[in-house]
């Protein structure tokens, strides 16, 4: 691949003035009384028909409230927002991180070793490659014993000091695959500034055996540096002596002189890229702590699963491309039915920290209100993406989805095989996801409640009327390779979606927003004298009665 790096002409966008939209209001009006129920009676091949399976994954999106004609428009609405060329600008590392001006490459992250991929005139695929076998020589150190501490002692525990885009993908990913981990080995995450998290990860374990893993693609956010130094207080107070930092200390980061700053070796360092935003980097050196849990093999198995739902967006033809309809539908919801949160609920307890970790793909890279040409918007975008494991789930707050006043998309994840093989389990797990897309989208209507003698007074109460929408998610078994092809299925519904509200996907300024604002604070909590506050009235009294309970 190559690339001519010019940073994409911005122009004014009305989006709801696009021929598709329009058509997409109108065909709304149509279809917005029109129940799963009838869909389903009158086409009796839909449940099959409205389906695409890529890379393995099968996506079922027939208990939508969509016809054919939905998916046509919506395409067309792709087509005529120029969707096509945004993937090809994405793949040929153009600037689409306008505000940033930087490329979007977490692609290149798991690009095959000989693929090219050029930035600003350079390779960086070599790069990519060089990085991910450091990791590998790295990584077997620590797992075969041959990485010792400083005491002579091999490492038992690794703990990642990271935030955001720096923890919660290791995380998921540590979560997501313990299936694959290193059993003798504890694998902890730190990343509140909140004291308790070190406290809570490390009391139980013995510096001597314990390897920090400092990630921080700037090396200056506030909460992984200071965490950073308590550790390395936490781990001199053991061990005396300030060498031991470089055999219980490395980093990931894109910063060598802040790495060095702080002590740790930059033969120690792992880096990565400017192009890699923090939410999607857990495929990138930042996911070092999920190579030492899994081992380098598997941590490939997975960079292939993403790679092979990369080709699958980059080549399919919209109807049949799986991030594209997923994203196409939370649009349709979010935009026609003014859906504003989506549920995401995987069947698969390993899956509990997806749903966390989707909250920041979704809502960071899309809780945008400016267009790429800095237009307020006219349009809802990014909805609030929310879940949690079933079932678990149902016995809490399915009840709203159900029979709430709000329209709640959701989109259900479920795995053939289990990993856990233990009596009936896996059966009655995925029975419950079954039942409960059923239920969703055809209710129970009020004769089949009054058939079951239910009495008057009751029966509006047992109703459910249906016609919820839901996508069922389902692979064959949840492998290294599958967690990465349902990330990057995520991944690109999230760029679809961004791309058709021409906001950018890649920014976060929110974010850096609250990494100035604490700074200010900071030394107002800490000075020995009263200060001179300078804020609202309301932020002043919260300080001052601060101050004074603090002690
Ligand atoms: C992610 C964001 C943000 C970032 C954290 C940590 O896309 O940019 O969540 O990952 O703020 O930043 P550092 O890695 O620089 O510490």
Redesign the pocket.
Known sequence: MTTTNVTPKTHFFALKELPAWKTLEEHYQKIRNLHMRSLFTEDPQRGERLSAEGAGIYLDYSKNRITDETIQLLVKLAGECGFRERIDSLFLGKKINVTEVRAVLHIALRAPKGEKIIVDGLDVAPEVHAVLDRMAVFAEQVRSGQWRGYSGHPIRNVINI?????DLGPVMAYEALKHYSKRDMTFRFVSNVDGTDFEEATRDLNPEETLFII???????IE?MTNAHTAREWTLKALHHKESIARHFVSVSTNAQEVSKFGIDTANMFGFWDWV?????MDSAIGLSTMIAIGPDNFHSMLSGFHEMDEHFRTAPFEKNLPVLLGLISLWYNNFFGAQTVAVLPYNQYLKRFPAYLQ?LTM?SNGKHVTLDGVNVDYDTGPVYWGEPGTNGQHSFYQLIHQGTRLIPCDFIGFCQTLNPIGSHHDLLMANLFAQTEALAFGKTEDEVRAEGTPDWLVPHRVFEGNRPSNTILAERLTPETLGKLVALYEHSVFTQGAIWRIDSFD?WG?ELG?MLAKRIIPELESGTEPQLKHDSSTNALIRRYRRLKS
């Open positions: 990271g935030i955001g885009g720096s990630s921080s693609k700037t090396f200056t956010t992984t935003g923090g939410r999607y980097s920041q960071e976060q974010v990494k």
